[in-house]
């Protein structure tokens, strides 16, 4: 069962949770952008995305990426990170994630010291863009979608297959990976781990009553500098971030779930139905009650 369908399941530090074996640290996603919603979220996984239709805008800590179908995109360990659909219909990501061991093996290997380290403890280097029209950026846009057909296809030994295809693509990355690019700021940096201490407040406390100020304290700011970290980082509020991402958990408990939409709802943190609903469609374009009929699986 090497392909997975993308839930995002975070911890309580709201780090992706992973379903991948630990003696084989890869998994391969089928992520459809108009049913799954894709929050912010980090991990320490290695990321790596091919779009197969469709058109979509990739939010790396306070970058913007407008990928089309054919491009694609790799996310280095522990950058905060979402991605949102560009226009309606389906917007389809082949995505692997894999733990640099996969590649680089132990730390005293020559692979980890040369290749994986360099990049893993490079904060200036976030990601890398490809496109098809650029030679080398073509290889590695083929190497993921080998990988990824090859981990989800399972043949015999498809194992060393794909550990030498993903071997391949750092080698490509880390060969063309641009040099004497400037160091993030230790503002942008303190940015970013306050951020990532508010935003697992909030996914511990999304079902709860909370305001501004609880979230800032979470990081220990005040709320000025929490509103202005948000705005520079993930470009939101606070509390818009609170409410899309109690939209979003709504979402997925609607389509994995049975429960009374009222239930889920309230269980979101939503107390007033109406106001659920209306948040609901104005971010998902749907009813919730119609979400479900829409996006549940068919048996």
């Known amino acids: 069962m090497a392909l997975l ?16 074996e630990v003696a ?57 990170h979402m991605v949102t659909e560009n226009q309606s219909g389906d917007c389809l990501l082949h995505s692997i994630t894999f733990h640099p061991r996969l590649v680089g093996g132990s730390p005293d290997s020559i692979f980890w010291q040369k290749y994986l380290h360099p990049m893993l403890t490079d904060r200036s280097f976030s990601c890398a863009f490809f496109s098809p029209s650029i030679s080398w950026q073509k290889e590695v846009l083929k190497t993921i979608e080998s990988a990824w057909h090859t981990n989800a296809d399972e043949s015999p030994g498809y194992e060393f297959h794909v550990r030498n295809l993903m071997s391949q693509l750092i080698w490509l990355i880390a060969s063309h990976r641009p040099s004497g690019q400037a160091t993030p700021s230790e503002k942008s940096l303190r940015d970013g781990e306050r951020i990532k201490h508010m935003l697992q407040y909030i996914h511990d ?30 470009g939101t509020t606070p509390i818009k971030y609170v409410r899309q991402y109690r939209i979003q958990q709504a979402a997925r408990l609607l389509t994995t779930t049975t429960q009374k939409i009222i239930d889920i709802g309230t269980f979101c943190g939503f107390q007033e139905m109406s106001y659920f609903a209306r948040s609901f469609k104005a971010q998902m374009g749907y009813l919730p009650s119609e979400y479900r009929k829409r996006m549940s699986p068919k048996s």
């Open 5 to 20: 369908p993308c839930d995002i399941p975070l911890d309580e530090h709201g780090r992706e949770l992973k379903s991948y």
């Open 24 to 80: 084989f640290p890869i998994g391969c996603y089928l992520d459809n952008l108009s049913s799954d919603a894709v929050p912010w979220h980090w991990h320490n996984d290695l990321e790596a995305v091919v779009i197969a239709e469709g058109s979509c805008t990739f939010f790396i800590d306070s970058e913007q990426y407008i990928l089309k179908k054919g491009d694609g995109i790799f996310i280095n360990a522990d950058f905060l």
């Open 205 to 234: 406390h999304y079902s709860e009553e909370i305001d501004t100020r609880q979230i800032a304290e979470s990081a220990m700011i005040s709320t000025s500098e929490c509103l202005r970290c948000f705005r520079s980082t993930i």
